[in-house]
């Protein structure tokens, strides 16, 4: 046996083997899972605007105007008159002088985190102390990683935990240093305490970078994410988001003041050294953009169907008080366990996909539920029902769980963020 096939056969055997199900037809609310009809529910796609037509007609006539592809990175000749638009309109919406385009979410974390970081010890000069990177423990793999490639000084505080980071940045107060932390985490689907770590920052003369992937779309006054629903538009260096998740297309943005698009656009390595996002992508981002702007109902439509999905699975015994968006963990524990569970819906119709680690600390393997603007709550009542009974025959009693906030990962900081972000971008 190779030591491929030994690697396999030894994620077999511990439950964390993977594979690609296949889609047929758009990102619906309703899909088509490997022949078998299902009603979606671990779609990022939070607003159904990916398969929405005037989002799909945008994309199409720009690949007619502009063509496939971008054919360069940003420097080079790669920045056409779409993605002037698309980042004017990006910086309106989150209330900022600027923004720019990078080819992904976990390009964009990986370029921010890097550019400020050197940044600040260019700052410092070369007698100068290192900067530190202050991470939320349940940051995405993204951040985490972004950390790793910045070679500065990383200090993990626990989860939305901002005595932890008050403390770290005291220990810590005369070196250079930024503050990098989700806004809605992408697996917990609770809401970091903004305002309190944009006032440390403030205090300690640190900078703020937000990740709103999750938040953009989905959250706050018009969509705009948490950082505008905590008061704090203008007040963060940097606020990331996605184009791939709520937006419905592809792609991802730093919302920064003019001289930050700069400098980024001018250290951002991932931004440099990548071809720049093709056109249907940021036409189909653009549009999206527009339909949110003219449907703000659609955010309350979302948050109305996670509230009413939390009811529905507290009915069935499920605990879910440690979400608060249109993210919902049902711990299971056992990674075994959680994808029986898993199998046992798709098998009764509802697809939730089970997360295990190392996306997720061991021993909080879940379903995690993504609910969309799209669902009805007919469907979600069902959907309910469903999850209870799969639970149940696979021999897990819903309630069981814990919510995942409460389920701390044990150990060194150091060592839960290698655990977390080993590969925290599969499921």
Not at 82 to 92: G, N, Q
Not at 93 to 110: H, I, M, P, R
Request: aromatic share 4%; charged share 20%.
């Amino acid at each position: 046996m190779s030591d491929i096939e030994a690697r396999l056969e030894d994620l077999r055997e511990t439950g964390l083997y993977r594979r690609m199900r296949h889609v047929s037809g758009p990102q619906g609310s309703r899909v088509v899972l490997d022949g078998r009809p299902v009603l979606l529910l671990c779609s990022n796609n939070y607003l159904g605007l990916a398969d929405h037509p005037r989002v799909r007609e945008a994309a199409a006539d720009a690949a007619m105007r502009w063509g496939a592809g971008a054919g360069a990175s940003r420097l080079v000749s790669g920045t056409m008159t779409v993605h002037r638009r698309l980042e004017e309109a990006l910086a309106a919406f989150k209330g900022t002088e600027s923004s720019v385009l990078f080819g992904s979410g976990y390009l964009a974390n990986l370029g921010v985190i890097g550019a400020l970081a050197r940044l600040s010890a260019d700052t410092a000069g070369s007698g100068g102390p290192p900067p530190v990177v202050f991470s939320d423990e349940l940051n995405h793999a993204s951040i985490i990683d972004g950390c790793r490639l910045a070679r500065a000084e990383t200090f993990v505080y626990d989860h939305c935990d901002v005595e932890h980071l008050a403390w770290g940045l005291r220990q810590h107060r005369d070196r250079p240093g930024l503050i990098v932390t989700d806004s809605v985490f992408s697996m917990d689907g609770d809401i970091a305490p903004l305002a309190e770590i944009a006032e440390l920052a403030q205090r300690h003369g640190v900078r703020t970078v937000v990740d709103e992937a999750h938040g953009t779309g989905c959250f706050g006054p018009g969509g705009r994410g948490a950082v505008a629903e905590a008061g704090l538009e203008g007040e963060i260096d940097v606020v990331i988001g996605t184009l791939g998740k709520a937006l419905g297309a592809y792609g991802a943005f730093a919302a920064c003041s003019a001289a930050m698009r700069d400098l980024l656009t001018n250290t951002a390595r991932s931004l440099i050294f990548s071809t720049a996002l093709p056109p249907p992508a940021v036409a189909a981002a653009l549009a999206a953009l527009e339909v949110l702007q003219e449907h703000p109902e659609m955010v309350d439509r979302l948050q109305a169907n996670a509230d009413a999905m939390r009811d529905e699975l507290a009915r069935e015994g499920f605990e879910v008080a440690g979400s608060s968006t249109q993210i919902i963990p049902l711990v299971v524990g056992d990674a075994e366990l959680a994808m029986k569970v898993s199998e046992q819906a798709i098998e009764a119709g509802v697809f939730a996909q089970a997360i295990r680690p190392p996306t997720v600390p061991a021993g909080t393997s879940r379903l995690r539920l993504a609910l969309m603007a799209t669902h009805t709550r007919e469907e979600l009542r069902a959907a309910a029902r469903t999850l209870g009974r799969a639970a149940l025959q696979a021999g897990f009693r819903p309630g069981a769980g814990v919510p995942v906030a409460a389920a701390a990962p044990a150990g060194h900081p150091d060592e839960r963020l290698a655990v977390a972000g080993e590969d925290a971008a599969a499921a």
